[in-house]
């Protein structure tokens, strides 16, 4: 890919200067453009942006400081490099108090000019990667799917903001749904860890084995198909945060081993014997009661009690319905954008239903709701009808699997007619067995 | 080519070769000596390279695809203290003096061969611009930027390959 040229604008009002100018930096594959007098400068700058601006500091009119002073009015940042023919200590020390880059007396050595340029391009490039390292950073610290105004919501916030700055261990609790990775990403973001890196394990996919593998790492021949070394997790969070997702479900000869890391931060890679250390910050997350967990022996003390320096504890929606309102503005912004459509309403009916929903998936189940309104909507807003309960007739009390078993059972008989054999089959039980619901639900054949 | 400096044939024959060499087109070379008196600067004790291009445009051959003009004067423009040579980017015109690349004006010995490989460089280097090639980071290509003698000691007679497919382009337009 071709890179973008660095674009150079000449203002001076002799014309052999600017031609000279002109030729030179052409030859050496800039884009140039020449402006005969400041007002013509702005004007040109209006039209488009440029790297570098040389101008002359005496020309009719308005002179190069003065341009230079109206440019960055504008809130245009170009590096400027004054030129003069006069060299005086004044006007070049009030020049660089007014921010220029650099101040040149012409007429200039080659080599010199060739170095200015030069330094001023390296630089233009500088500042574009680090405004784009920046705006990575920031998207990174924005974990701006945090919305709420509601006390809850404020309260968790604020213990982000200050457990943040500690390197204490946290467990985040809360029913599934409810964001507790976004809070994680949130604490490591806004932590002095930031710039290290962010490590998520979720503990309830892995079985004992990989879990351990994938946490310590292992060495070549550790096992059948380890044909490479590989660093663990624990190993890569070096400097930074480690989030464990579901510790809740780690079995009690891991929890052992997470005890140990804990307590001493080094570990041993599977089918190694080399100690290495690591220095991590640990946060995990779980939805099942950890405490109840301890009274019932299934989860260590000890553990708990390393990991729970500190409890943020969030609300489910149902507990916090005034941030529904922020939160479907926020998911139609998000997802509108991504769609790249125009941003849409919510039908005030629309809105009331999902603020009497119960919402048992939380937040996830309202974004997943909001976006599929979106995809299947008018694109002007979004209807009763773009969601689940509102094309079911909007029920606010969540069936039974018993009541939906009792029902579909009710649907098969009556599609066979009450042949026991034909709805047992369709219903892949056998004939016992749907005698025995017949009879669990009073179910009668109506003639 | 037009000579405006009395140069010796060997040299000329070096530089019509080169530059039939790299370009490919046949070759005239003409003498002239060119009234550059008017623009002599006497404050700077230069020429001012930009009159002296128009000039030799006036007198190039008008069939003539290209016009290289070989001077021994010092050259500058305004905006510069010296140059080697000039040529305009695509341009019809070009001129190249050996008056900045003599040792002698740098405290050394007087060196003929080292002379005469610089200004070839130079020569071969602006004929390059007029074929619309601009200058290249490779530090051996011939179309690197060389402000300094010592620069064009450090870059060989001879394209890079990125520039020398540029100029094989350009060629085709011709």
């Known amino acids: ?447 | 080519m037009i000579s405006c400096g009395h140069f010796d044939n060997s040299l000329m024959d070096k530089i019509a070769t080169d530059l039939r060499l790299f370009f490919g087109f046949p070759l005239d070379i003409r003498e002239c000596s060119l009234d550059i008196s008017s623009f002599y600067d006497p404050g700077r004790r230069q020429y001012d390279a930009n009159h002296i291009l128009k000039k030799v445009a006036e007198v190039s051959d008008p069939l003539a695809l290209k016009t290289m003009g070989l001077l021994r004067v010092d050259l500058y423009i305004p905006i510069l203290t010296y140059i080697f040579g000039q040529s305009e980017l695509n341009g019809k015109t070009s001129i190249a003096s050996i008056h900045r690349l003599r040792n002698e004006l740098y405290g050394l010995d007087p060196d003929n061969r080292l002379l005469e490989e610089r200004f070839r460089k130079v020569i071969v280097h602006e004929m390059g611009h007029a074929f619309g090639l601009i200058h290249c980071l490779n530090p051996t290509c011939i179309m690197r930027s060389s402000t300094y003698v010592e620069d064009l000691d450090q870059k060989e007679l001879r394209f890079c390959n990125k520039c020398r497919s540029e100029l094989d382009k350009s060629l085709e337009n011709y």
């Open chain 1, 1 to 447: 890919m071709d890179e973008k040229k660095v674009s150079i604008l000449v203002v001076d009002d002799e014309e052999s200067v600017r031609d000279s100018l002109y030729n030179w930096f052409i030859d050496d594959g800039y884009a140039v453009d020449c402006a005969e007098n400041a007002k013509e400068a702005l004007l040109k700058l209006e039209a488009r942006d440029f790297d570098i601006i040389l101008a002359d500091i005496k020309m009719p009119g308005m002179d190069g400081m003065e341009m230079h002073r109206r440019i960055k009015a504008l809130n245009k940042e170009p590096i400027f490099i004054i030129m003069t023919a006069f060299a005086s200590v004044d006007t070049a020390v009030q020049a660089l108090k007014d921010g220029a880059y650099d101040y040149v007396t012409k007429p200039f050595d080659p080599d010199d000019l060739s170095h200015l340029i030069r330094n001023a391009a390296s630089h233009v490039t500088l500042r574009a990667e680090n405004k784009s390292l920046k705006d990575k950073i920031t998207t990174l610290e924005d974990v701006d799917d945090l919305i709420g105004e509601s006390e809850g919501m404020k309260k968790v916030l604020s213990e982000v903001e200050s457990v943040a700055q500690s390197s204490s261990s946290v467990i985040i609790t809360g029913e599934s749904g409810t964001g507790k990775e976004l809070i994680a990403r949130a604490i490591h973001a806004n932590s002095p860890r930031k710039y290290f890196p962010l490590i998520s394990v979720h503990c309830g996919a892995l079985t004992e084995s990989l879990l351990e593998s994938e946490l310590f790492g292992h060495e070549k021949g550790a096992f059948t198909g380890a044909t490479f070394n590989r660093k663990g997790r624990f190993e890569m969070a070096d400097g930074g945060t480690i989030f464990l997702d579901e510790i809740g479900t780690i079995s009690p000869k891991m929890q052992i081993e997470l005890l140990r890391v804990l307590e001493t931060r080094t570990f041993v890679r599977v089918g190694g014997n080399k100690e290495i250390t690591s220095d991590f910050r640990v946060i995990c997350a779980t939805n099942r009661d950890l405490k109840g967990m301890v009274e019932k022996g299934t989860f260590r003390e000890d553990l708990y009690y390393r990991l729970n320096v500190v409890n943020i504890n969030i609300p489910p929606l149902r507990e916090r319905v005034e941030d529904i309102p922020l939160l479907v503005n926020h998911f139609i912004r998000k997802y509108c954008k991504s769609m790249s459509r125009d941003l849409i309403s919510v039908e005030p009916a629309a809105l009331k239903h999902l603020q009497e929903f119960e919402f048992p998936g939380n937040v996830r189940e309202l974004e997943n709701m909001i976006e599929r309104a979106i995809v299947i909507g008018n694109g002007k807003e979004i209807r009763l009808k773009d969601l689940p309960m509102g094309r079911e007739v909007m029920s606010s009390s969540v069936e039974s699997l018993d009541e939906l078993e009792k029902k579909h059972i009710i649907s098969m008989l009556d599609k066979y007619k009450w042949n026991i054999s034909r709805a047992a089959k369709a219903l892949d039980v056998d004939r016992a067995t749907l005698y025995n619901k017949i009879k669990k639900y009073d179910l009668k054949k109506i003639n």
